[in-house]
């Protein structure tokens, strides 16, 4: 195991070092390689390409040199009226008279260096042979000659090279053939009329010894005429055959490094192209002959670098074996403390004054830290466990406050609107009025300190559906215009170009916000008016932008205020002393809410449409918000509608409810709508009068003694009875309307309970 341990940490070490010292070398020497490779290739290149055009031009002037003789040639006047004087029966003397007047003109062009042979074929294919070489005995056009004119037959005046053919004379011998159409211009007629074909033989050895440079015998090159023929090459026995050793001549581009047939190895490839003559140049520059040169250089790197990994590896490892058994060590103490192992009550014996001793000393450092922060550990895991049970009893008592405190407040509200449907006195309905809003202060205040415990706990969730965005902001104007006309306040809404715009969004999220809003601003706001505006910034098929504000002509925040305002229990006028009461709760839920929806309340104070030096400077809270449109329900109605009642006046319902005044108040609600109501206070009244009636709904608390509402839920679901079941509590925690959905349950209202809340159920699941 240690051996196998040192070994490991040996080769690792080396391994490393290596890796770091030795590779950036071999990259570095490849890339000199590659780079020396590059540049000589590159240099090597231009240097061969440049000779090679070099001797180009030089067979082009040659060439040229032909070109002009045989256009003079084909202006000189005995020529042409010569062979105008052809006829189609002509004696031998007729002929060698005119042998020997175009003889005579001749004479002077055939000792052109390089020409072998000048032929001159009439209209008629009479042929008149002056050069070197012996005319055949019957005197006739052959094989070639009847390519050439062919070939010629579509090209003008000027000179056509042929390429690389047989001589006519010698079909052992390969000749750079050209020809040139004889015409004279018809005064009478205006055409031209044709009258024979110049025909020269080049000489190939002409062309070849331009590429006897010395500096160009270390490579292979090739002169190719325009049909792939060779005229000249490294062997003589080739001349006239096809050149094979690229499949394609006619690509401007080639590919470097090509394999080549005649040698069997990859070669630089170099092409020149004299396109007027129809002549290709091509180079071969061996591997071998680079390899070669850079074999010497490549040795003395590869041995420099052989030597210095050799030292490097003998350093190496005697630097590894010095550290190696404090590192084994550490790393075994490491390993004990991983696996819970390690007595964090010992420690490693310092053996040196160097960087290996400082290692030692700042493990057993970090191990007494370790204990002492194991230590605060436990000590942490306690106190979390404490928290933990003293926020479960923090949320226990919410959950039990919320119902106790809603339950005499559903008395209190449900009675109070039930009241309110009588026949009252003036001064009657005027203490109604105190007893309805002292509640509904009250409810809110519930619902602030409730809905600041869920964002506390960062358990308050969006629930996003479709609900119509104008009847949900025409019925927040309603509500607080009447309480604006209360204050003697002008309320001015400027309300959406939309009889009905359906979003998906959390329609309660965004009634808090903008309760909390214009609650704050009718509060300190004494005189003046209130302006609730809806402003569109944007709309898509998908979504609409909208800025919601709330401007006022009230109290202003003042200057200290304005980086707190939305902290919670923070108001305006905190001290004991304060005209305006509240919990400071409001902005903070209404913020808090609003980064929830993405957004944020944003505040603007004085108020930009109130004149400055006032005692009242006004504020204005506004909020941009982005909402989905529904994609389900249109964006206009003609007028909105009329809730209709669609249950029955022979419905029957059962209240499962053990506090009397619920009772009673749930039994007024319902006697007022004409329905047959039976009461159970407990588990076991319920299921006697289920065992012996049907019903249309079954209204239950949630919270009873003995069995709650959950439980006896899941024993009517087992008996089978698919009756409605609407759940009534004070608990608006979201864990028990999501457990109230999962036993069974139909559908769920928070206490105070409202007779909207009572119809609105009826009508959804009415048969």
């Known amino acids: 195991m240690k051996n196998r341990f040192s070994h ?103 000792n052109l260096e390089g020409i072998e042979s000048i032929d001159i074929f009439s209209h008629n294919m009479n042929r008149y042979h002056f050069g070197s070489s012996l005319i055949k005995n019957d005197n006739s056009p052959n094989e070639e000659f009847n390519k050439i004119l062919n070939d010629n037959q579509s090209k003008n005046s000027d000179v ?3 390429g690389v053919m047989q001589n006519f004379d010698n079909p052992d011998k390969y000749s750079l053939i050209a020809s040139k159409r004889l015409s004279y211009l018809d005064h009478d007629t205006m055409q031209e009329i044709y009258l024979g074909l110049i025909v020269v033989h080049y000489s190939l050895e002409s062309i070849s010894k331009n590429f006897t440079d010395d500096f160009l015998q270390k490579f292979t090159s ?11 090459g490294p062997n003589l026995q080739d001349i006239g055959s096809d050149f094979k050793a690229i499949n394609d001549i006619s690509k401007d581009r080639l590919h470097k490094y090509d394999k080549i047939d005649f040698a069997g190895e990859k070669a ?45 590896l003998i350093i190496f490892y005697i630097f590894a074996k010095r550290i190696l058994f404090p590192i084994k060590e550490l790393t075994e103490a490491f390993v004990d403390i991983t696996k819970n192992r390690y007595d964090l009550n010992s420690q490693i014996i310092i053996k040196s004054i160097d960087e290996i001793g400082e290692l030692q000393m700042w493990f057993n450092l970090f191990v007494k830290n370790m204990q002492e922060k194991n230590n605060y550990a436990i000590e942490l895991e306690a106190q979390k466990e404490v928290a933990e049970i003293a926020n479960k009893a923090k949320d226990n008592f919410l959950a039990s406050i919320s119902h106790e405190l809603r339950t005499p407040l559903n008395g209190v509200i449900s009675v109070s609107e039930l009241l309110n449907t009588t026949e009252l006195t003036a001064e009657q309905k005027e203490y109604l009025i105190v007893i309805q809003q002292s509640s509904d202060i009250l409810y809110s205040l519930i619902n602030q300190v409730l809905d600041f415990s869920k964002i506390s706990a960062n358990k308050l969730l969006l629930t996003s559906d479709n609900f119509d965005l104008i009847q949900m902001l025409d019925k927040m104007a309603n509500l607080y215009s009447v309480q604006a006309k209360i204050k003697n306040l002008n309320f001015i809404y400027k309300q959406l170009p939309y009889k009905s715009l359906y979003v998906y969004n959390d329609e309660i999220a965004l009634q808090k916000i903008l309760i909390n809003l214009l609650s704050n601003s009718l509060k300190y706001t004494n005189h003046g008016q209130i302006v609730f505006s809806i402003k569109e910034l944007e709309r898509t098929e998908e979504k609409i932008d909208l ?20 902290e919670a229990f923070e108001q305006v006028d905190g001290s004991l002393s304060k005209k305006i009461s509240g919990t400071g709760l409001g902005l903070s839920i209404a913020q808090q809410l609003s980064h929830l929806m993405q957004s944020e309340i944003k505040l603007i104070c004085p108020n930009p449409e109130i004149a400055a030096n006032t005692d009242y400077p006004g504020s204005v809270f506004y909020l941009d918000l982005t909402l989905a449109l529904s994609k389900e329900l249109s964006d206009y109605t003609s007028e909105k509608t009329e809730v209709i009642n669609t249950f029955s006046q022979d419905t029957k319902c059962l209240v499962v409810e053990d506090n009397l005044i619920n009772q009673k108040v749930i039994s007024a609600i319902l006697n007022k709508l004409k329905i047959e109501v039976h009461i159970a206070s407990n588990w076991r009244e319920c299921l006697k009068l289920l065992e012996n009636n049907s019903y249309d709904y079954i209204f239950m608390d949630i919270q009873m003694p003995e069995v709650t509402g959950f439980e006896l839920t899941k024993m009517i679901r087992d008996k089978g009875i698919k009756t409605p079941i609407i759940a009534v509590s004070g608990n608006v925690v ?7 959905m999962n036993v069974g349950m139909d559908d769920f209202i928070v206490k105070p309970i409202k007779s909207s809340e009572i119809i609105r159920m009826l009508n959804k699941y009415s048969r």
């Open 734 to 740: 979201d864990e028990i309307k999501v457990q109230a």
């Open 268 to 312: 630089l490839i170099l092409k020149h192209n004299l396109d007027d003559y129809g002549l290709k140049f091509f180079t071969f520059i061996s591997n071998k002959y680079l390899w070669d040169t850079q074999f010497n250089s490549l040795k003395i790197s590869l041995i420099g670098l052989i030597t210095i990994i050799f030292f490097s």
């Open 160 to 162: 056509y090279w042929h």
């Open 547 to 566: 800025r919601i504000s709330v401007a006022d002509t009230g109290l202003g925040i003042p200057e200290t205020k304005k980086k707190t305002i939305f």
């Open 222 to 232: 090739f002169v190719v005429d325009s049909k792939g023929k060779i005229i000249s």
């Open 8 to 110: 490991s940490i040996i080769i690792r070490f080396v391994s490393i070092i290596l890796f770091l010292g030795v590779l950036p070398l071999l990259i570095l020497m490849a890339w000199a390689v590659y780079s020396s490779n590059k540049s000589m290739m590159t240099h090597l290149e231009e240097n061969v390409m440049e000779l090679i055009k070099q001797k180009a031009e030089y067979t082009s002037l040659q060439l040229a040199t032909v070109e002009n003789l045989m256009n003079n040639i084909s202006n000189v006047e005995e020529v042409i009226n010569s062979l105008r004087e052809e006829s189609d029966t002509l004696t031998i003397y007729q002929k060698l008279n005119i042998q020997a007047n175009i003889g005579y003109v001749l004479a002077g062009h055939i």
